[in-house]
């Protein structure tokens, strides 16, 4: 057996046979035909028009939006415009598979200038000239293989085109070998529970048929596995199935202690599925992402909306509404305008908030009125605050504004170093773990290189998080985890061993996370946290932590 590294989506486990996406055809060249101009013709008329029939037939077969794509490029196929393209080329002697090719480049460049919307269709175009061209030459279609079984998706990466159309019955999980965390794979697994592994180079030498398992939690490929860890994997999958169908209950520990489990969400419109999946309301809004592509501040009227049909969705539950976090990873033209040498060091979060005064107000103007309209508990905090003296200045605002409740992130070492004091003047903490891993090991979270250390596990960020965790304890202030952290689930056990009052999570992360949590009590999430709190690092403190919970679990 061997095992090919990445990075694992989620914490599934799989397995099964691989079945390879094809590589895109290569560009033919530009030799003379040797048919009539009539025959070429003939061939390319048929082939665009199988492909068009067989998009639609696809579109119809999915469903939904994936419909809506595949009839838009059905109709693209057959564009006459572009049939006037392609005509003109075979009348100059050229082959079918030549005039489809260059005439779909030429369309898909002048898309592609266009910008916007239309300029995202240029793949679309790439898609359906592949598949002429591939018609023409009788080869497969390019795009997710059909063997007949269920199957292992490997390819290079997913389009957006392909993954529109995956059928889950059939994919048991996807590897990819290029990618990151961010990737268009990554968010598709993630948004429709796949089992992934993405980023993993040597998956190119995997062949069809081939079984393998894909462990996600570990970030691992294992390639001819032994009887026994496909038994074991597929113990673990029956057991997170197990989990993902329990019952939805609020978070607890095994003693009763209530965790709140909580959604992190980035559009209202994501406020259904949390609660499908129970989640008790919202513990991080990212109110950026509503205005990642805009190039002007947005209006009152226009947050108001947005912050209502959010607090709509959760009567009488707690929304905890993060104030614009702009730079770094998530610029807003609006609010981050100057170039940085390290925009992750510079104006950004309060700080840029702090620096264009008004659109603050103008959003705690916004969310003061949908709280105003609505039965949420709403709670408003700032992100990026490193010292006691913005969360004064955060909070003081807040409650200008009417905020009943207005607390501060801890993403900044200096915060938890001074929580007490934090504590004091904020009504709660929520901890993002993502920026306070970055900071704390100095270890840009975009970076592919230095990925082994933003690892949330390891022992200085969680010496952090338990200062936070007593800060709050001490003030009776509420102490919230809302980055990636939260979402593993043994580390949520430590975390609530270290003080975390709740913890938010991508919704589809709460099955395991509240099946996790019932299987300890409190004093054990602090045993827990304790072993973990004593390793050297990252790696030593999952290991102790998880030795610590199967302790008690055997006890
Ligand atoms: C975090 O940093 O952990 C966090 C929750 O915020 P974001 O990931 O949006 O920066
Ligand atoms: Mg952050």
Excluded at 28 to 52: F, G, H, I, Y
Excluded at 507 to 517: C, F, G, H, N, S
Excluded at 528 to 542: E, H, N, P, T
Aim: charged share 20%.
């Amino acid at each position: 057996m061997s095992e090919l590294r990445g990075v694992g989506i989620g914490l599934g486990v799989a397995q099964g046979p691989v079945a390879r996406m094809a590589d895109p055809l290569p560009a033919p060249e530009d030799t003379p035909s040797t048919l009539s101009v009539e025959d070429e013709t003939a061939r390319v008329r048929e082939a665009v028009a199988a492909v068009a029939r067989e998009l639609e037939q696809r579109g119809s077969h999915a469903g939904g939006t994936a419909r809506d794509v595949l009839e838009a490029q059905a109709m693209m196929a057959e564009d006459p415009s572009l049939d006037a393209e392609i005509g003109t080329r075979l009348a100059a002697g050229k082959t079918g598979e030549f005039a489809v090719h260059d005439a779909f480049a030429s369309f898909r460049d002048t898309l592609a200038a266009m910008g916007g919307y239309l300029g995202e269709r240029a793949a679309d175009l790439d898609d359906v000239a592949q598949r002429v061209v591939a018609r023409l030459r009788g080869l497969p279609a390019p795009g997710v293989p059909d063997p007949g079984h269920p199957f292992v998706l490997v390819a290079k990466e997913l389009a957006p085109a392909d993954t529109a159309l995956l059928d889950l019955d059939t994919v048991l999980a996807l590897v990819t070998t290029d990618g990151g965390p961010t990737s268009h794979t990554a968010i598709l697994a993630r948004e429709k529970s796949i089992v992934a592994v993405v980023g993993v180079g040597a998956a190119k030498d995997l062949v069809d048929g081939q079984t393998v398992i894909v462990d996600a939690a570990k970030g691992v490929v294992t390639v001819h596995p032994t009887e026994e860890e496909l038994t074991h994997a597929r113990h673990r999958a029956d057991a997170r199935a197990a989990a993902t169908s329990a019952p939805i209950t609020p978070g607890a520990l095994a003693d009763g202690t209530a965790i709140p489990l909580l959604a992190n969400l980035g559009k209202p419109g994501g406020a259904d599925e949390a609660v499908e999946l129970g989640a008790e309301g919202v513990g991080l809004f990212r109110t950026e992402f509503l205005f990642l592509s805009s190039t002007n501040a947005p209006t009152v009227d226009q947050q108001t909306r947005a912050y209502t049909e959010l607090l709509t969705a959760f009567p009488g539950q707690k929304v905890v509404v993060r104030a614009l976090d702009a730079g770094a990873d998530k610029p807003l033209a609006f609010l981050n305008d100057a170039h940085e040498e390290n925009p992750a060091l510079g104006l950004r979060g309060i700080r840029a908030l702090r620096a264009s005064e008004d659109i603050l107000r103008e959003q705690l103007t916004a969310l003061q009125q949908a709280d105003a309209a609505t039965e949420a508990d709403l709670w408003v905090m700032a992100p990026m605050v490193g010292t006691v003296e913005e969360t004064e200045y955060f909070t003081s605002l807040c409650r200008e504004y009417g905020i009943k409740t207005a607390g501060v992130m801890v993403e900044v070492p200096s915060a938890a170093l001074m929580a007490d004091r934090v504590l004091a003047i904020a009504d709660f903490a929520s901890i993002g773990t993502n920026d306070l891993t970055q900071y704390t090991m100095a270890a840009d979270r975009l970076l592919g290189s230095v990925s082994s250390f933003q690892d949330p596990w390891h022992p200085a960020v969680l010496r952090l998080i338990g200062m936070t965790g007593a800060a709050g304890k001490a003030q009776g202030k509420p102490v919230g985890i809302c980055g990636e952290a939260a979402a593993d689930p043994l580390l949520a056990v430590v975390l609530v061993g270290l003080g975390a009052t709740s913890l938010s999570m991508a919704p589809t992360a709460l099955a395991d996370v509240r099946a996790a949590l019932l299987k300890q009590t409190m004093r054990d999430a602090e045993r827990i946290a304790s072993a973990a709190l004593g390793a050297a690092d990252a790696a030593s403190a999952r290991a102790a932590a998880q030795a610590a919970a199967d302790d008690h679990t055997s006890a």
